[in-house]
């Protein structure tokens, strides 16, 4: 008796060994990247058995009998990728953990909407479409800026990450969330939201040197203070995006057109922002510098600077030394 009682513990030792080893002992079967999405409530054997067929683990008894290893870990619901070979146990680690699959992508300062709606498509899990329609829910800041048209100017430029449960309409929210965090560090009182953004976009499109922004953003001040429109080039391409009609260049017809947007037959801001700005362009909108000067072009050379006069005749010399920069540089 005692010997049989030793042969079946022994027995049990051998299988109870096996089970461990096979539970950690790394396995996959599958042809590349595998996605699974297990929706909340997904149990632990449907688990098993979807694992098991993608390849992810060799047997669904394996995922069961880690499972039954760590009894009190919480599964938690998403999805997940599996791109190298790992052991039941540790797929159920991660699936515990909650190392759930995101995509990833930047946005960069200055993207308009239809930037971000390109942007985010190539992440395949959004359409542009469905991106541009959620694009138009302005309930979401309309307590910040009620003549808000679309969500344009409050899709801060950020890192984000998305799964593929994740909808246009919880995508926008999580950017204008992120613009609400970002305005308030800039404590601006009372500013009109509407105006500050709308200044703040033109900024980020005419400049990218850092220590401009003020001085680009004195320039339309001291404009709009006197009447003088603001002939910006970024919001005639605007006018024309919107149309469906810009081609990469600046026609006669976009300087021409009646668009509100457009600064050259229209005075004073545009309806609205013509791109998403970033933090800096936002304290240059809310703080622009003291100065003089209503005009400004590009420095010869492509550096991005720009050089800045305070009356027309200097703003002509300034031109034609651009001009001849171009002309040199070709």
């Known amino acids: 008796m005692v010997r049989i009682v030793g042969i079946l513990a022994l027995v049990l030792l051998v299988a109870a060994g096996f089970v461990v080893f096979s539970v950690h002992s790394p396995y996959s079967g599958a042809n590349g990247e595998v996605y699974l999405d297990f929706p909340k409530g997904t149990s632990t ?5 979807e694992l098991t067929k993608a390849g992810v683990i060799r047997y669904p008894w394996q995922f069961l ?3 039954a290893l760590r009894p009190n870990a919480l599964l938690q619901a998403g999805e997940y990728r599996f791109d190298r070979a790992d052991s039941a146990a540790g797929v159920l ?3 515990a953990r909650g190392d759930v ?22 992440t395949k899990i959004i359409k542009a479409a ?14 910040l800026d009620p003549k808000a048209i679309t969500l344009e100017g409050y899709l801060f430029p950020s ?10 309409e919880q995508l926008v929210r999580v950017m204008t969330d992120q613009f609400r965090r970002e305005w308030k560090t800039l404590n601006a009182g009372n500013a009109n939201v509407h105006d500050a953004v709308t200044l703040a ?59 509100e947007y457009n600064t050259y037959r229209h005075a004073g801001l545009p309806p609205g922002p013509i791109t998403n700005p970033g ?30 006069s305070a009356d027309y005749a200097a703003h002509e010399r300034a031109v034609a030394e651009y001009r001849r920069g171009q002309q040199q540089a070709h």
């Open 279 to 308: 933090l800096a362009s936002l304290k240059a909108a809310l703080s622009p510098a003291e100065t003089n000067y209503l005009f400004f072009v590009a420095k010869p050379g492509g550096g991005g600077s720009h050089n800045f």
């Open 130 to 143: 469905d991106f541009l329609k959620a694009g138009t829910n302005v309930a979401l800041i309309r307590d």
């Open 93 to 95: 680690s991660r699936i």
């Open 201 to 259: 976009s033109l900024v980020e499109k005419e400049t990218g040197v850092k220590d401009e922004r003020a001085t680009v953003a004195s320039v339309f001040a001291n404009r709009l203070r006197i009447g003088m429109k603001l002939d910006c080039d970024p919001t005639t391409i605007y006018a024309a995006m919107l149309e469906a009609r810009y081609r990469g260049v600046i026609r006669q017809s976009d300087l021409a057109s009646k668009n």
């Open 159 to 168: 890192t984000y990450r998305i799964t593929r449960r994740t909808t246009a």
């Open 101 to 122: 699959y995101y995509h990833e992508f930047t946005l960069p300062e200055g993207s308009n909407i239809f930037d971000i709606s390109a942007i985010v498509e190539r």
């Open 45 to 49: 054997r449907a688990m098993a058995d």
């Open 65 to 67: 009998a880690a499972r």
